[in-house]
Nanobody
Framework: QVQLVQSGGGLVQPGGSLRLSCAAS????????MDWYRQAPGKQRDLVAR???????TYAGSVQDRFTISRDNAKNTADLQMNNLRPEDTGVYYC??????????????????WGQGTPVTVSS
């Protein structure tokens, strides 16, 4: 079974920075698109940033020029560097990825997975 394990996050003052990491483990053959989502208290989960396997990135307008998503295909990881954080960036951040995983020696399957979630609080 594939797992997405997140690390990073925490409490930071407005204007500060944090870095989130996501690592795919298990019977991974390759990781396709990797996303970071944010769920603010009492709100739906929204896409923050996306990176394709070839490195193409997209961002939500609210984080453009402040957040940077990156990945390492050899390590099956994706990071989200968050700069100039604002109180409205507060929420639980989730990694989401499409993964080709090995079923057995001859078969593979594609599935999508969520990380466990990482709380980020921006407050003075």
């Amino acid at each position: 079974q594939v797992q997405l394990v997140q690390s990073g996050g925490g409490l930071v003052q407005p204007g500060g920075s944090l870095r989130l990491s996501c690592a795919a483990s298990g019977r991974v053959i390759s990781v396709q698109t990797m996303d970071w989502y944010r769920q603010a208290p009492g709100k739906q989960r929204d896409l923050v940033a996306r990176i394709t396997r070839d490195g193409t990135t997209t961002y939500a307008g609210s984080v453009q020029d402040r957040f940077t998503i990156s990945r390492d295909n050899a390590k099956n990881t994706a990071d989200l560097q968050m700069n100039n954080l604002r109180p409205e960036d507060t929420g639980v951040y989730y990694c989401y990825a499409g993964v080709w995983e090995s079923v057995d020696d001859a078969n593979r399957r594609y599935d999508t997975f969520w990380g466990q979630g990482t709380p980020v609080t921006v407050s003075s």
